[in-house]
């Protein structure tokens, strides 16, 4: 059955750069229709969607990150990842990967990896 | 602009039924959602896809008694026989250009 994975430091220091890996088992990126992306969690501001990629390199951001995401794909190790550049405290959340049905909802999520920006 | 707006909380006994509603933004009235589930302590779960009709596919797994309808610009979710595993929360999610993916700010759901 389908699992995501994330992984990647749980401490960033403000400024530099978070980056996230997520490891999918379960499908293959390579071969699928659908999209794979990021979704972000603060309590004060709930669910965000912050991009997501096909198998094609083809992307789409949120327009309110885009200047400071990037997500990029390896088919060949069936991962795909994310980059957050300048970090502040505000980018301090739990980071979510999850796959987009064709592209459009999550149909599946990873567990979760909790992210903090601080000195 | 993209807008989805839930009731911050709703509650209902064990054993009773509980609706939650997703209302989209006027101009998108005709788009379908995703809701999701998230217990207290874990990731969300995706539950369901709900379209403009009221026909909705659920998630391998999800029980008979979450079912999805809409009216309108309303989507909702039902949940009957409420247990208390049901409890956390509940987001809608919508998407519609390429870069327009959006999550309402969530329902709390207490088991009484």
């Known amino acids: 059955h389908l699992q995501l994975q994330e992984s990647g430091p749980g401490l960033v220091k403000p400024s530099e750069t978070l980056s996230l890996t997520c490891t999918v088992s379960?499908?293959?990126?390579?071969?699928?229709?659908?999209?794979w992306g990021w979704i972000r969690q603060t309590p004060g501001k709930g669910l965000e969607w912050i991009g997501k990629?096909?198998?094609?390199?083809?992307?789409n951001c949120n327009p309110s990150l885009k200047r400071r995401v990037t997500v990029s794909v390896d088919t060949s190790k069936n991962q795909f990842s994310l980059k957050l550049t300048s970090v502040t405290a505000a980018d301090t959340s739990v980071y979510y990967c999850?796959?987009?049905?064709?592209?459009?909802?999550?149909?599946?999520w990873g567990q979760g990896t909790l992210v903090t920006v601080s000195s | 602009q993209l807008v989805l707006t839930q009731s911050p909380s709703a509650s209902a006994s064990l054993g009773a039924s509980v609706n939650i509603t997703c209302t989209l933004s006027?101009?998108?009235?005709?788009?379908?959602i995703a809701w999701h589930q998230q217990q207290p302590e874990k990731g969300p779960r995706y539950l369901m896809k709900?379209?403009?009709?009221?026909?909705?596919n659920k998630a391998d797994g999800i029980p008979d008694r979450f079912s999805g309808s809409s009216s309108g610009a309303e989507r909702y979710l039902t949940i009957s026989s409420l247990q208390s595993e049901d409890e956390g929360d509940y987001y809608c999610?919508?998407?519609?250009?390429?870069?327009?993916?959006?999550f309402g700010t969530g329902t709390t759901v207490t088991v009484l």
């Open positions: 999850g796959r987009y049905n064709y592209g459009d909802f999550i149909d599946f």
């Open positions: 006027s101009r998108h009235s005709a788009y379908a």
């Open positions: 709900v379209k403009s009709d009221g026909s909705h």
């Open positions: 379960g499908d293959s990126i390579g071969s699928s229709s659908h999209y």
């Open positions: 990629i096909h198998q094609s390199g083809s992307t």
């Open positions: 999610q919508s998407w519609g250009t390429a870069t327009e993916n959006v």
